[in-house]
């Protein structure tokens, strides 16, 4: 799910596919960004695509626990969610990044699963769906446009490999290479965040 505020990456169903434009932005020893073109408009997409030390069942629970972002997720101030139908998920939440105003946003989010491998993969896939949420809040910039994917396939039993992708548009006046920075470190910061919670034996089943 959309967890920091900046503009970014077109839902990726595959980790392989990192043709179409797709460039690296900068690599690392466990997280590999990439960047390309949005049409239309200076704001770039983004994903990150790395390892994470615990199987994709886990991680899967990690990212359901939706209740409890507030206490992990970077930037998440509020989320709750509204109610589940089937497959789908509709939960609000609201962001109170540092350098710009708060944002909120109401998303249907898409779970699937299926074997691959030693284990299962996961797609958590979500777009804005506001009219199902709460109206907009005096001093809160509502998000209108907000896509994105966790895919989660298993990279040995105890390993998943990871791929986040985003785009959105949170509107307001930030220059396009400011909010384009932004949402490069904010995938940084949920990979962290996300390797972290983890650890927490409450996920391990």
């Known amino acids: 799910m959309m967890c920091f505020v ?3 990456v077109i839902a990726a169903e595959t ?12 690599s690392g020893s466990n997280l590999t960004l990439y960047s390309r073109p949005h049409a239309g408009s200076a ?3 983004f994903k990150g695509i790395g390892d994470i030390d615990a199987p994709t069942t886990t991680v899967h629970r990690v990212l359901d626990d939706i209740d409890s972002y507030p206490s992990f997720m970077p930037y998440m101030a509020e989320c709750r969610i509204i109610k589940r139908d089937g497959d789908n998920i509709f939960t609000y939440q609201r962001l109170a990044p ?14 699937k699963s299926w074997s691959s491998g030693p284990g299962l993969a996961y797609l958590h896939r979500w777009q804005t769906a506001n009219d199902a949420g709460p109206p907009p809040q ?4 509502r998000v209108s446009v907000s ?8 990279d040995g039993p105890d390993k998943t490999r990871a ?5 959105s548009d949170t509107g307001g006046a930030l220059p396009a290479f ?7 470190l904010g995938i940084k910061k949920v990979f962290a965040a996300v390797r972290k919670q983890v650890q927490d034996p409450k996920y391990h089943r």
């Open 163 to 167: 791929t986040y992708s985003i785009f």
């Open 98 to 111: 540092r350098i710009v105003s708060q944002r909120d946003y109401t998303l249907r989010v898409e779970q």
């Open 43 to 45: 704001l770039k997409e």
């Open 138 to 141: 005096k001093g809160v910039l």
């Open 178 to 184: 400011i909010a384009n920075g932004a949402a490069a």
């Open 6 to 8: 900046g503009q970014g």
């Open 15 to 26: 980790s392989e596919n990192n043709s179409d434009g797709w460039t690296i932005s900068s």
């Open 147 to 154: 896509e994105g994917s966790w895919l989660l396939e298993p």
